[in-house]
């Protein structure tokens, strides 16, 4: 008799385990797709892989400024991503930085957008230090030109803050763009 109730009690024992398991190993698994979904977005731009760090991929969207200093500025929000070439052919590129109309219409905020005389960028390619311009100094809004080598890849991050200048700016001001990685040729 007491063999009996021992053997119930070990199958039940046994069964709950394995539930326990299962749900725990279920979770983490939806729990991390989850957040890996919200940390990066790929974009394929044919022969290039474009990975972006951040749950807003490759749109910026700025507003209530404060005019800041470079330093202060330097150490603002980043924009980061990664681009991969896994071809065997070398591909050139350009990065370009251009006015997300869709989400200015959306906010209404066309009278309220920084001129880009007043906004300074810094970009960071690849772990080298960072340049810091006037966005307006960028000719054609292209940020940067190069040629990644086959199966290679390079690192970039953006930081764009509003200069500390004589003209005062709203604090209802806002500035939105988009991030894209042009391919050439």
Not at 16 to 44: C, M, Q, V
Not at 49 to 75: C, M, Q, R, W, Y
Not at 118 to 123: C, N
Request: charged fraction near 25%; include cysteine; glycine fraction near 4%.
């Amino acid at each position: 008799m007491y063999q009996k109730y021992y053997r119930r009690h070990m199958i039940k024992s046994v069964i709950i385990i394995i539930f326990l398991l299962a749900f725990a190993i279920i979770s983490t698994y939806l729990i991390y797709n989850n957040f890996s979904g919200k940390r990066e977005k790929d974009i394929d731009t044919g022969k290039m892989e474009v990975v972006f760090h951040s749950k807003e991929g490759n749109k910026i969207n700025l507003t209530k400024f404060n005019p800041v200093t470079d330093a202060v500025g330097l150490s603002s929000t980043e924009y980061g991503f990664t681009v991969k070439n896994g071809t065997l052919d070398s591909v050139n590129y350009k990065i370009v930085l251009e006015t997300n109309t869709n989400r200015v219409n959306k906010d209404e905020c066309l009278n309220n957008t920084i001129p880009n005389e007043l906004l300074k960028l810094s970009l960071r390619v690849d772990h080298q230090a960072p340049v810091a311009r006037i966005l307006s100094e960028y000719e054609d809004s292209v940020l940067y030109e190069d040629t990644l080598a086959p199966n290679s890849e390079e690192d970039y991050s953006i930081r764009l803050w509003a200069i500390n200048s004589d003209f005062v700016i709203d604090r209802d001001s806002h500035y939105h763009a988009i991030i894209k990685v042009i391919e050439e040729g």
